[in-house]
C-alpha cells in the first residue's frame, strides 16, 4: 500500500512501513543519523534525526517512526536544531577524546605534527614536508627559531620530556630546498656531499613544486612587507592561484627575520633558499619600495587585494607566520565574494591532562626512550636517526577518525558545546589494541551498536554486545573475550562504519 505523506512543503508516495527518514532521503533531503546505516535493523540511540510533525508540534526520531498518510513533516527550525545540538551536547559529555593532538592546537598555524611525526619515522621525508608546508610556509627558518608551544603542550611531558618537534620540522623544511640542493647544513649532518643528497632523495617533493604549478585566478594581490607575515601570506594566496607581488623598504626581503635575528640562529643561507623557494612558486619581489600612504592608494587601485602589514609586529615568528595564512585565506574568500571567516576550523573534543595511570595506553603506539638531542649540536639539529628515532617517540594523541568522525562533523556543524552537561570527573582512557587489525577506545564509543549488529549479521561465533545497564554500559565481546574473539572477520568492516573513533583501523589517519 502506498501512503502519501509532505515532508518539507514537498509530496510524496512510500510504501507502507516506510520510516519518514527513509521517505526524506527520496526527496533528497538529508537528516543527520549516526547509529542508522544501510539494512542493518536499528533502534534510536544517537537522537540527532529529530523531525517536527506540523499538526502536534511534536518532536519525534525520524529513523524509527514510520511515514502514516497525510503526515506533514519539517525537518529544520530553531527548536528541531537545538534538539539535535542538545543531543549531541549529551553525548559529548562524557566522550573522552581528542580530535587534534594538544600540540596541533598550541600550534598557532595548526601544524598537523602527528603525521608530520608518522612520515618522518617511516623516513617519509618529503611527504613529511608536504604536510608541514600546508600551514607552515617557512619550516627550515621557523625550525630554527621558534619557540615551540607545542611542545609545551606535547603529551610526551607525561611520560618523560616532550616530542623534539621543532627539530623535527626543521629537518623536513631542510629536506626540500628551492634548488633541489640541500642547505650546506644538512648535508654536513648527513654525512653527503649537498648534491649526492638531493639526487638520493629525489627533491623537490610535491609539496615544493604546488605553488607554481597552480593555474592563477587573474586577480593580482600586492604584499606589503617581506618578513614572515608577507612571506607566508604571498606563499598561500600563491598556491590559491593569486599573482602576488611583495613590496618592501628594504634591499633585500626577509623583515625582521634578516635584521632582528641574530645570524648563529638565521644564518642567511637557510633564509636565502626558503625565500627563493616562495620566489620560484611565481611571488615577485620589489624590493627598495617605500609604500607612503599616496603609494598604498595607488596599489589598492592596481591590485584587486593588499595585504598590509600587522599592526603590532610579535616576537614570535611562527604567529606573523600563521597570521599571514590566515590573512591569506581572509583574502582568497573576499576575491571570491564567499563570507570571510579566514581558515575553516572544525570543532574538537578534548579532554585535557593525562592521568599519570593513563601514559601507559599512549605508550601502546610508541616507543620507551628518552628525548634526543642533535649529537653535532643545535645549529645542525638532528641526523637523519636521530630523526626517524625521535619521530616514533610521538604517543599520537590525534584521533584516527579525525577526518571523517560523523560525531565531529556534526558537532561542528551543530556547534554542539562538550561541557555543557559534563560531569567533574571523566572516564579513564583506555586503547585496546589485541587485535590486528583495529584498535578499540571504548571512551569514544557512543554506543550506538552498529558493531553489534555487523558481528550478528556475519554470524561472528563471540561478536560485540552491550554490557552492563544504564551510564555504564560498554560494547565488549561477551563471557570476557577480547576485541579479538568478537572480531574475527567482521573487524574491517565494523571499523568502516562505525561513526566515531571508537573502533578504528590501525593504520590511523595515514
Ligand atoms: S571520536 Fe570523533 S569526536 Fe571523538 S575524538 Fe575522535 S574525531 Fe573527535
Ligand atoms: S606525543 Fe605526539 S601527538 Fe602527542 S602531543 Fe606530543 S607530538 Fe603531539
Ligand atoms: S564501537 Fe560500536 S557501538 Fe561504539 S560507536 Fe563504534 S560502532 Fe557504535
Redesign the pocket.
Known amino acids: 500500500m502506498m501512503i502519501e505523506l509532505n515532508i518539507d512543503g514537498k509530496k510524496l508516495s512510500v510504501e507502507s512501513g516506510t520510516s519518514v527518514m527513509e521517505a526524506a532521503r527520496q526527496l533528497d533531503i538529508h537528516i543527520p543519523s549516526m547509529c542508522h546505516i544501510g539494512d542493518l535493523p536499528h533502534f534510536a540511540s544517537c537522537m540527532i534525526c529529530m523531525v517536527k510533525e506540523v499538526s502536534s508540534g511534536k518532536l519525534f526520531t525520524s529513523c524509527t517512526v514510520k511515514a502514516t498518510p497525510g503526515m506533514e513533516i519539517i525537518t529544520m527550525d530553531d527548536e528541531i536544531r537545538e534538539a539535535r545540538k542538545t543531543a549531541l551536547d549529551l553525548l559529548l559529555s562524557d566522550h573522552v577524546g581528542d580530535c587534534d593532538?594538544?600540540?596541533?592546537i598550541s600550534c598557532p598555524a595548526h601544524m598537523d605534527?602527528?603525521m608530520m611525526?608518522h612520515f618522518l619515522a617511516e623516513r617519509k621525508f618529503a611527504e613529511a614536508y608536504d604536510v608541514v608546508i600546508q600551514d607552515i610556509a617557512l619550516p627550515s627558518i621557523l625550525g630554527r627559531i621558534c619557540p615551540a608551544p607545542?611542545e609545551g603542550?606535547?603529551?610526551?611531558n607525561s611520560v618523560d620530556e616532550?616530542?623534539s618537534?621543532c627539530f623535527l620540522k626543521m629537518y623536513a623544511g631542510d629536506y626540500v630546498v628551492s634548488d633541489g640542493v640541500p642547505t650546506e647544513a644538512f648535508a654536513v649532518r648527513n654525512g653527503v656531499p649537498a648534491e649526492a643528497f638531493a639526487v638520493r632523495n629525489g627533491v623537490p617533493a610535491s609539496g615544493f613544486a604546488f605553488a607554481g604549478m597552480t593555474t592563477l585566478r587573474g586577480s593580482r594581490v600586492a604584499v606589503i612587507g617581506s618578513g614572515p607575515h608577507g612571506l607566508s601570506a604571498a606563499w598561500y594566496l600563491q598556491s590559491f592561484g593569486y599573482q602576488c607581488t611583495i613590496f618592501d623598504r628594504y634591499a633585500l626581503p626577509g623583515g625582521a627575520l634578516r635584521y632582528s635575528v641574530p645570524k648563529a640562529l638565521l644564518p642567511d643561507e637557510v633564509l636565502d633558499k626558503e625565500i627563493e623557494r616562495i620566489r620560484q612558486s611565481g611571488v615577485i619581489f620589489q624590493m627598495n619600495a617605500e609604500i607612503d600612504p599616496e603609494r598604498m592608494k595607488e596599489l589598492e587601485n592596481e591590485f584587486d587585494a593588499v595585504v598590509y602589514p600587522l599592526e603590532k609586529q610579535l616576537k614570535m615568528a611562527i604567529k606573523a607566520s600563521a597570521f599571514g595564512k590566515e590573512a591569506a585565506w581572509k583574502t582568497k574568500q573576499k576575491l571570491m565574494g564567499e563570507p570571510v571567516v579566514g581558515e575553516p576550523k572544525m570543532f574538537n573534543s578534548r579532554f585535557g591532562k593525562l592521568k599519570e595511570s593513563e601514559a601507559v595506553e599512549?605508550l601502546k603506539e610508541?616507543v620507551a626512550g628518552e628525548r634526543i638531542e642533535p649529537s653535532l649540536g643545535f645549529t645542525h639539529g638532528l641526523t637523519e636517526e636521530e630523526v626517524v628515532a625521535e619521530a616514533a617517540?610521538?604517543?599520537?594523541?590525534?584521533c584516527r577518525k579525525a577526518d571523517n568522525c560523523l560525531l565531529r562533523i556534526f558537532s561542528d556543524e551543530y556547534k554542539a558545546e562538550q561541557k555543557r552537561f559534563q560531569g567533574p570527573e571523566r572516564k579513564p582512557v583506555t586503547k585496546q589494541f589485541q587485535h590486528e587489525t583495529v584498535v578499540y577506545e571504548p571512551q569514544k564509543c557512543i554506543k550506538c551498536g552498529i558493531c553489534v549488529r555487523i558481528t550478528e549479521k556475519h554470524q561472528e561465533e563471540f561478536g560485540l554486545t552491550f554490557i552492563g545497564r544504564g551510564f555504564d554500559v560498554v560494547i565488549g565481546a561477551p563471557f570476557s573475550e577480547s576485541i579479538r574473539e568478537g572480531l574475527t572477520h567482521t573487524a574491517e568492516e565494523a571499523a568502516h562504519a562505525c561513526p566515531t573513533g571508537a573502533l578504528a583501523m590501525k593504520g590511523g589517519r595515514k
Open positions: 593532538a594538544p600540540c596541533q605534527i602527528p611525526n607545542c603542550a606535547c603529551r610526551r616532550a616530542v618537534i599512549y610508541s617517540r610521538c604517543l599520537h594523541c590525534e
